[in-house]
């Protein structure tokens, strides 16, 4: 190939299949990978706050029972997962309690939704430290 075509066109194949590489090995590109998963023992207390506030969306939404914005204190615990569990399997999805890329950005879209609610500026927070896909709209758009 490199005689035919030239060693530019070479580089750029090498190039380009090495900056699909992310895409390939998870199958899913993150707009936001502040971690690959929130899950019991998260240390990001950011990322969990963004969580439960979403977790207080969906409930809101209908899609959870009664998650009070009490609840939103940083901390992976029981009752976090409980209700992750409950909204994953809400929506279909394996219900391991773990928010990864596909939970995390329905979550963030249960943040959208409340936008009036959530404000700008914990939207924009959130979409920095949940793992969502890059399907989800970034709020700065």
């Known amino acids: 190939m490199t005689k035919r075509y030239g060693p530019a066109l070479h580089r750029a194949l090498t190039v380009g299949v090495v900056a699909a590489m992310p895409l390939l090995s998870y199958g899913v590109a993150y707009a936001s990978p502040s971690e690959p998963n929130i899950s019991s ?9 963004c969580v439960q506030s979403a977790l207080v969306s969906a409930a809101r939404n209908g899609k959870i029972p009664e998650y009070s914005a009490a609840s939103v204190d940083g901390k992976y615990g029981p009752a976090t997962v409980r209700f992750v569990k409950m909204y994953q399997k ?5 219900d391991d309690g773990i928010v990864g890329p596909i939970t995390g950005s329905h979550l963030y879209q249960e943040m959208q939704a409340e936008q009036k609610q959530v404000g700008p500026a914990q939207l924009a927070r959130c979409y920095d430290h949940l793992p969502v896909t890059v399907d989800v709209k970034d709020p700065a758009v």
């Open 41 to 49: 023992g998260s240390t990001d207390t950011e990322a969990v706050e």
């Open 90 to 94: 809400k929506l279909g999805l394996a």
